[in-house]
């Protein structure tokens, strides 16, 4: 399934996921971004559908290598 956020941001529900957060099991959602012209990174996104699909983890990998991995704390 793929959904719109925002105009021409486009992210596609791959599959649910059980996150570890704080030593427990969160389920969640994992979204990708789809890549538009000229874009260097690929974009995850987790979120929680029991919270309201709060995100929960947001990860941006630049075809260089580098990597930004953001998790909930509390």
């Not at 719109?4 to 105009?7: A, L, M, T, V, Y």
């Given at each position: 399934k793929t959904v719109?956020?925002?105009?021409g941001i486009?992210?596609?529900?791959?599959h649910t996921e059980a996150?570890?957060?704080?030593?427990?099991p969160?389920?969640?959602?994992?979204?990708?971004?789809?890549?538009?012209a000229g874009d260097n990174e690929k974009a995850?996104?987790?979120?929680?559908?029991a919270q309201g699909y709060v995100p929960v983890r947001i990860r941006m990998e630049e075809r260089d290598g580098d990597v930004m991995d953001l998790s909930l704390k509390s």
């Open positions: 719109s956020i925002k105009s486009y992210l596609v529900v791959e996150l570890e957060l704080q030593g427990e969160m389920p969640t959602l994992r979204l990708q971004r789809l890549p538009q995850l996104l987790w979120v929680n559908p």
